[in-house]
């Protein structure tokens, strides 16, 4: 059985302001209708023997990500959640082990949740041609055919082929290879070099091999990550439909990626070499790369206007962006935030949210609407003693029953049916009726119709931090 592995724990920071760190890259739709992490899902649609993904995530992230995959009707198999980060060799661990306990020894194909891949057909040949090397014990990667002399990424260096010795003979021409050396992200003149003389890839960060297999190289060069895994994972606990891994063994692991922790260290790596048109979506200038561009090179997402502009990339996720006589530059507009960059120092954007959050602004966390497990909220006015939202309650859902020391609310319904209990009462609201929710009084909204429910709310009140909330019962099992 082939097992998707899908890494999720990212925070995009250089894809601000879209990308935030409670609301990141692989959870918004960059490129199509579908997220990030939905195409990684989707495109792997077709491929023979695949079961459930493991999806390993942020804690924050859980009840987006279930819910994203609920809507193309793929759920996890298990959602895994990383209490804090330990990048990608601890990632794959636990994933790895989750693996065989819920299954034999599967091959577990690792696949970042946040890149673009063009031809989904080719990733999938190459992935069918891959799995018979894998079941014989290699480690593999999948190397990106460069079309440009590129510093952004490392390089893996091919040696020997591995389509002869019955693992790959149906193919006719050779894609898979030992792996000479893997080489750190090279100054320009090395990128050049490499181009020219062939036989190098970039480092897609994609894998595929049999779990035990990396676990075995795993407590061979690096011991510790599989030590720390195991008991994150032993003294796990089940919350929902999530594995919450124990946060003081997983936080005492090690941080590796896969690279540094098994690849260079194994003698039994492979690259395949893919040519998909592949694109790790880092930054502003890769979603221009790989958008659809128009007559004048543009790319544009959203309601957006130009007037003699060229080479730009111009996104609007709400009101109308218009640009007049602009090159080479990125501009992004969201609800509360506008980026505006030349498009050869996007890079520089994780600066920008570095400075947000050491000012402790919350631009660099949240969006204006704030997804929650129930629904979502979205800020529309505040001021030093109130503030207003638009509160959307999905069907059938409820929040948790909760009171509040600093603030009271009043609540006026919009759209759709409200069940409220207010003091151990409960009654139901309709349009255009509301209801006022006094300071320190327990209560829960629900939403018992099949529509969703829309109201507004205003709070007052001396502190108005989400942090004012004590809950006493919680669907969602949350503090």
């Not at 990030?36 to 987006?64: I, S, W, Y």
């Not at 994972?233 to 990626?257: H, I, M, T, Y």
């Not at 130009?306 to 090159?327: F, K, M, P, Q, W």
């Not at 050491?358 to 109130?386: C, M, T």
Request: proline fraction near 4%; aromatic fraction near 6%.
């Amino acid at each position: 059985m082939l097992i998707p592995v899908i890494l999720s724990g990212g925070s995009g920071t250089r894809l601000w302001p879209l990308s935030r760190e409670l609301y990141p890259k692989q959870l918004l739709p960059l490129v199509n209708d579908a997220t990030l992490l939905q195409e990684t899902v989707l495109r792997l649609d077709g491929l023979a023997g695949m079961g459930k993904p493991l999806v390993v995530c942020n804690e924050h992230h859980r009840f987006m990500v279930a819910e994203q995959l609920r809507l193309i009707d793929c759920p996890a198999a298990s959602i895994l959640l990383e209490p804090v980060g330990r990048n990608t060799a601890p990632a794959a661990a636990v994933a790895a082990l989750q693996a065989m306990v819920e299954g034999d020894d599967p091959l577990l194909l690792v696949l970042p949740a946040d890149h673009v891949i063009r031809d989904a057909e080719a990733l999938r040949e190459e992935i069918a041609g891959g799995m018979p090397l894998a079941e014989a014990g290699r480690l593999i990667t999948f190397g990106i055919v460069p079309d440009k002399a590129e510093t952004g990424y490392g390089y893996i260096k091919r040696g020997a082929s591995l389509n002869s010795g019955g693992c790959r003979q149906e193919l006719v021409q050779d894609t898979a290879f030992e792996v000479t050396e893997f080489v750190e992200k090279p100054d320009l003149a090395t990128a050049e070099q490499f181009l020219a003389e062939g036989g190098y890839y970039w480092n897609s960060g994609m894998f595929l091999f049999r779990a035990s297999r990396y676990l075995e190289e795993l407590e061979q060069f690096a011991p510790q990550i599989l030590t720390c895994c195991r008991q994150a994972l032993q003294q796990a606990e089940q919350d929902l439909d999530f594995v919450r891994l124990d946060a003081g063994a997983f936080a005492a692991c090690p941080k590796d990626s896969i690279d540094y922790a098994v690849m260079e260290k194994t003698d039994t790596a492979a690259v395949i070499s893919l040519d998909a048109g592949w694109n790790d979506v880092g930054s502003w200038s890769a979603l221009w790369e790989s958008g659809e561009p128009d007559a004048d090179g543009n790319v544009l997402r959203g309601d957006v206007l130009t007037e003699d502009a060229r080479n730009c990339y111009l996104h609007s996720s709400g009101r109308i962006v218009a640009a007049v006589g602009l090159e080479d530059l990125v501009v992004v507009e969201t609800a509360d935030a506008v980026l505006v960059a030349a498009r050869d120092r996007v890079q520089n954007v994780k600066d920008i949210v570095a400075r947000l959050k050491a000012k402790g602004r919350g631009e660099a966390l949240l969006h204006r609407r704030v997804n929650r497990p129930w629904g979502s909220y979205e800020g529309i006015d505040q001021s030093e003693r109130f503030q207003v939202k638009r509160i959307t309650v999905n069907p059938g859902a409820s929040l948790s029953l909760q009171l509040h020391h600093h603030r009271a609310e009043h609540w006026v319904v919009v759209t759709g049916t409200a069940r409220i209990t207010k003091d151990g009462e409960s009654f139901t609201l309709t349009e255009n009726q509301s209801t006022y929710i006094p300071l320190g009084v327990a209560h829960r909204l629900e939403n018992p119709g099949i529509i969703p429910l829309e109201l507004i709310e205003v709070q007052s009140g001396s502190y108005l931090g989400e942090d004012d909330i004590v809950r006493f019962e919680d669907t969602f099992g949350r503090d």
